[in-house]
């Protein structure tokens, strides 16, 4: 009985402390208005994207990611029942900009219609040689259309990078490092994209400069494949990153190049390099030095320097291999709302300018088109193939894919599954070795969903989907033909006729006349 009384005693000074502050703090009016009551507003406010993510919002409502597409993930990364039921829950008749795309009922297409697991495990190279039109000696036809696109370790913890490298290992994916620098957790079999931000993570001197010397050393030692210059990103155009003194640790010190327990920030523009003229010197610099293929990362918004960049690649033979193109919607890294929310194009507009102003130079067969955007689902990525992508880049999706739950907490450093955090306690609820083989599922079974598509669209590849396989519907009563309305020509958005029917020789087990396979380490 005395133990009840003193409980409850307890309990009623703790609650009138709480009372008491309320009244005379000055931070919170609703506080000082209502005291004790008012936390009830702000701890439903704390849990409001959990009640909308299980509980409010309808299948198709919530973003970035809705349910619906979360549960194909998750499902697809299980190897689990990713069908769903009882017809669309979508508005098709009554959303504008709609995309339907178009099967045919008979199918010239070689490979045989598809059974639900037929494919599951299918090797989906590209279409495209990566610097071969340019002679670069490590040129290479790579493995996969579905890659994984740039994260740094930093960003995503030690575990989540092992685990999407394994995955990448598992499937023949390439794996970009993002701008951090290339850790222990990406030597663990998956080859590489090295990505050269504004602050030379990786392969800089200590005053922060480029290093040449070291950048050479890194890719002697490491699976590197390409070298990506990344002039901006669909999170935070035009924005340098920041990772707070706290958050870098010795291990993250080491991995970028910088002092332990200082603020990381990273310009917001390159000091090599001041233009279109000097970025492809720069370009030509690296792919000497190193023989790999060397591309560009960007989002997109004023168009002048792509055409300065398409103009000098006609005029004076200079030029990048591959073009990812990065739509404002994307962005797995932290940013201000005004840059996340309004600054850069979306990855459809984005892309088909940048595109056309390549194929009106008829650059577009000699460049590896790379999109990222929320491309890591079947129906956006079908339209950026057949928009004129080579190969798609997913991001958030493969975070989902190793235990994400868009809790969206990955600007606060506590990730509840261990995705985006470098807490230790967090980061230790995600097991690489068990996580690997979600994201190499999530991986295959995309590329599976991509061969069955394109043999509904009748051809072989999803590089090989035209734009006239792909309507916009406008309402109940209208639509488009895709490429009308982003401006194409026809026969925009394939790859050239020699890589279209090497492409088919791969896709049916033949022989590519001479060209190493889709694995081997030189051009094939």
Not at 291 to 320: C, E, F, Y
Not at 362 to 374: A, D
Request: neutral net charge; hydrophobic residues 40%.
């Amino acid at each position: 009985m005395r133990r009840k009384r003193s409980a409850a005693v307890g309990a009623a000074t703790t609650v009138a402390a709480v009372v008491v502050r309320d009244l005379f703090q000055r931070e919170h009016s609703l506080l000082r208005n209502y005291p004790l009551v008012g936390h009830a507003r702000y701890w439903i406010e704390a849990l409001g994207p959990e009640l909308r993510q299980y509980i409010v919002a309808a299948n198709d409502e919530e973003r970035p990611f809705t349910r619906d597409q979360r549960r194909w993930i998750y499902a697809s990364s299980k190897k689990e029942n990713n069908y769903f039921g009882f017809g669309t829950d979508n508005d098709v008749e009554f959303t504008n900009g709609y995309p339907v795309i178009k099967h045919r009922t008979f199918n010239p297409a070689s490979a045989p219609a598809s059974t639900p697991e037929a494919g599951h495990e299918v090797v989906l190279p590209s279409a495209k040689v990566m610097g071969e039109a340019r002679g670069r000696p490590a040129a290479f036809r790579p493995e996969s259309v579905v890659n994984i696109s740039g994260m740094s370790f930093g960003a995503l913890s030690g575990n989540a990078i092992e685990a999407l490298n394994r995955g990448a290992a598992l499937t023949g994916a390439l794996h970009n490092t993002g701008e951090g620098g290339i850790s222990p957790y990406h030597r663990h079999g998956g080859d590489l994209v090295f990505q050269i931000g504004t602050a030379y993570f990786g392969c800089r001197d200590a005053q922060g400069r480029f290093d040449l010397a070291r950048l050479k050393d890194v890719v002697a030692e490491a699976p590197v494949r390409a070298l990506e210059i990344k002039l901006s990103q669909g999170a935070k155009p035009c924005l340098g990153g920041f990772l707070p003194g706290p958050k870098v640790s010795a291990e993250i010190a080491a991995t970028r190049g910088v002092p332990p327990g200082q603020d990381c920030v990273s310009p917001s523009r390159h000091a090599e390099f001041s233009d279109a003229d000097s970025m492809l010197d720069w370009v030509e610099l690296l792919a000497a030095e190193t023989g790999l293929p060397v591309g560009i990362k960007s989002a997109v918004g004023d168009l002048h320097s792509w055409h300065q960049i398409a103009d000098l690649m006609t005029n004076t033979g200079r030029g990048v291999d591959f073009i990812s193109i990065d739509g404002g919607e994307g962005g797995t890294g932290a940013a201000p709302l005004l840059f996340s929310d309004s600054v850069s194009l979306p990855f459809l507009l984005g892309f088909t300018r940048i595109y056309r102003i390549f194929a009106e130079r008829n650059l577009h067969e000699q460049i590896t088109f790379i999109g990222s955007g929320k491309l890591g689902l079947p129906d956006n990525a079908v339209l950026a193939f057949a928009l004129g992508c080579d190969m798609v880049n997913v991001a958030r999706e493969a975070m989902l894919s190793v235990g994400c739950i868009q809790a969206q907490k990955c600007h606060t450093d506590t990730c509840p599954t261990g995705v985006a955090t470098q807490k230790g306690w967090l980061t230790r609820g995600l097991v690489p070795d068990e996580k690997a083989s979600r994201a190499a599922n999530y991986i295959t079974t995309l590329r599976r969903d991509l061969v069955k598509v394109s043999q509904a669209c009748g051809v072989e590849h999803p590089g090989l989907i035209t734009t006239d396989s792909v309507e916009i519907v406008d309402g109940r009563q209208d639509s488009r033909p895709l490429g009308d309305v982003y401006g194409y020509s026809p026969g925009m958005g394939l790859p050239s006729e020699a890589d279209r029917a090497a492409v088919v020789r791969l896709m049916s087990g033949q022989s590519t006349g001479g060209s190493a396979p889709p694995s081997a380490t030189s051009a094939g």
